[in-house]
């Protein structure tokens, strides 16, 4: 199974961004870069109205959409699943699986912190903490990378993390 990397931060701190960049740098040294994005308040991809939605609303439980380059799965889910769950499921085929969110999962965080935003980090101390992305100086006796050094993060990430 993939080593799976959480990127989580406080809200607005950056993460989508940091993830974007991480990913396209990561994915132009040849890795396989695979993302699940935690949102604990639900969400739809589906259109109201289109073929797949009105499959869902009359009943069916799961609906795949397939074209020649893409597959969706939406599938009722009667409990949240785990990370290792969905790794073994749907990521067979990458390198890295990279999160953005799940701060409470027992797997290896880094932060992005920016001053400008929020008064302090969430996770000063965690055991999880592998790594932290901030726009000043800190000392959590973890690797500290400045908010453009993705190159840095993308060589940490690969050192620490796809070398196994």
Request: aromatic residues 6%; glycine residues 6%; negative net charge.
């Amino acid at each position: 199974m993939p080593s799976i990397v959480s990127i989580v931060g406080n809200s607005d701190a950056g993460k989508t961004t940091l993830l974007e960049k991480l990913i396209a740098e990561l994915t132009a040294r040849g890795c396989r870069v695979g993302t699940i994005k935690h949102d604990v308040h639900g969400f739809d991809i589906d259109h109201a109205g289109k073929d797949s939605w009105r499959h869902k609303q009359a009943g069916a439980s799961t609906v795949v959409i397939s074209s020649p380059r893409k597959v969706a799965v939406v599938k009722d889910a009667e409990t949240e699943e785990t990370l290792d769950s969905l790794a073994s499921k749907y990521f067979q085929d990458v390198d890295l699986i990279l999160t953005e969110g799940y701060k409470k999962e027992d797997k290896p965080k880094i932060e992005i912190f920016r001053s400008r935003v929020h008064e302090s980090p969430l996770f000063q101390g965690d055991q999880n903490l592998v790594a932290l992305v901030s726009d000043v100086a800190l000392d959590f006796d973890v690797p500290r990378f400045d908010l453009d050094d993705t190159k840095g993060l993308a060589d940490f990430v690969e050192k620490t993390f796809l070398s196994k």
